[in-house]
Each structure stands twice: as C-alpha cells, then as structure tokens.
C-alpha cells in the first residue's frame, strides 16, 4: 500500500523516533510503514491520522486504488 506518512511527518518536522514514540511503537515500525513494508493495523492509523493531522485516505493509497462500484 502507497503512503504518505514520511512526508507529512518530515513535513511537521517530526523525526522516526518522536513519531514511533508518541504512537507507542518501536522506530523501526515506523520505518516499516513509511517504507510500505508493513500496514499498520486500523487502531494504528487512525493514530498516525491523529498525530499528522490528516485522514487515513489522505495517508495511505491501496495499491489498487481504481475503486469500482457492484455493477448489480
């Protein structure tokens, strides 16, 4: 999954280590998601939501982001 998280955090001038310590998780989680190696559970972005000041769609991209509506 596409994110934006490492540039709304470089954004607020936050670093890995306060971002990962004010979610309560490790840095090298937060290098992972902004990495796009691990997708944070929904209770997770929501705070990362919270804390960068943006919604979770604005975050984070499905990496097919073609949404398409039930043809029935």
């Given at each position: 999954?596409?994110?934006?998280?490492?540039t709304?955090?470089?954004?607020?001038?936050?670093?890995?280590?306060?971002?990962?310590e004010r979610?309560?998780?490790?840095?090298?989680?937060?290098?992972?998601?902004?990495?796009?190696?691990?997708d944070?559970?929904?209770?997770?972005a929501?705070?990362?939501?919270?804390?960068?000041?943006?919604?979770?769609?604005?975050?984070f991209?499905?990496a097919?982001?073609d949404?398409?509506?039930?043809?029935?």
């Amino acid at each position: 999954m596409e994110n934006h998280v490492r540039t709304r955090r470089a954004a607020l001038g936050l670093t890995q280590a306060e971002l990962a310590e004010r979610l309560g998780v490790s840095r090298q989680t937060v290098i992972s998601i902004e990495r796009g190696r691990f997708d944070p559970s929904l209770p997770l972005a929501f705070r990362l939501s919270a804390l960068l000041g943006a919604s979770i769609e604005e975050l984070f991209v499905p990496a097919d982001h073609d949404v398409r509506t039930d043809p029935r």
